[in-house]
């Protein structure tokens, strides 16, 4: 099966502008998380999706930033207007629905954001 | 909220050698604890899960124990090679309650041939 997929890989912007990120989870996967990794410190949750309903955004730092997940499949993330303090690496990760045990998460390389 | 705490942040060894990686869960709650290995530029990827019923799981050279009680539990890896290098996350979970992980803050690993 294709894995989770990110796009863009890198993205350079400065200060105040806009940036989308985008994910698309694997196949049939219900649920959908965002991650973010900031240089040397642990791997943040930010919020997760199941299907189009988000079902937890207590990660999420600020109203600068808002996710979508449109018809349960495909997700994004926008962060507008960007600040330095938002530079990392954002993953995404997707799991098969129900929350048994015998569905790990799957994560996408991650979008490296660089604001300068 | 919850916290989990790795250690160490770096840990270079001989190939050959052990290595052990100790991470510590604040949420007695917490019932599933997975091991990420992430290369350079790649994924994270899930390389071995424990659950709260359970005390310790190998799959070949790799294995975690739990300790409730303490609230801790150790990624080991024996005859470490070169490819082993890589950065390690552990993480804790309330899996019936939630999905959501909650990370430690990584250790890199490197191999000395």
């Known amino acids: 099966e294709a894995g989770v997929t990110q796009f863009p890989s890198h993205s350079v912007i400065e200060k105040g502008q806009t940036v989308t990120l985008r994910c698309d989870p694997i196949s049939g996967h219900d649920n959908l998380y965002w991650y973010r990794r900031v240089m040397g410190k642990e791997i943040k949750f930010l919020l997760h999706?199941?299907?189009?309903?988000?079902?937890?955004e207590s990660g999420m730092p600020n109203n600068r930033f808002l996710a979508e997940r449109t018809g349960g499949t495909y997700s994004t993330l926008k962060v507008q207007p960007a600040e330095l303090e938002d530079s990392g690496v954002y993953f995404c990760?997707?799991?098969?629905?129900?929350?048994?045990?015998?569905?790990?998460?799957?994560f996408g390389n991650g979008t490296r954001l660089t604001v300068t | 909220g919850e916290n989990v705490e790795q250690h160490p942040s770096t840990l270079s060894v001989q190939e050959g050698d052990s290595a052990v990686i100790k991470c510590t869960y604040s949420?007695?709650?917490?019932?599933?604890f997975p091991w990420y290995k992430q290369e350079l530029g790649k994924r994270p990827q899930l390389i071995i899960d424990?659950?709260?019923?359970?005390g310790e799981k190998k799959d070949q050279r790799i294995a975690v124990t739990l300790n409730k009680t303490a609230k801790h539990f150790s990624l080991h890896i024996t005859e470490t090679q070169p490819e082993d290098s890589a950065v390690y996350f552990c993480?804790?979970?309330?899996?019936?309650?939630?999905?959501?992980?909650?990370f430690g803050t990584g250790t890199r690993l490197q191999v000395f041939p």
């Open positions: 993480a804790a979970s309330k899996r019936g309650i939630t999905d959501k992980l909650i």
């Open positions: 999706f199941v299907k189009e309903s988000k079902q937890d």
């Open positions: 424990i659950r709260s019923n359970v």
């Open positions: 949420d007695s709650a917490s019932n599933y």
């Open positions: 990760a997707s799991s098969r629905g129900g929350r048994g045990f015998n569905s790990p998460l799957h």
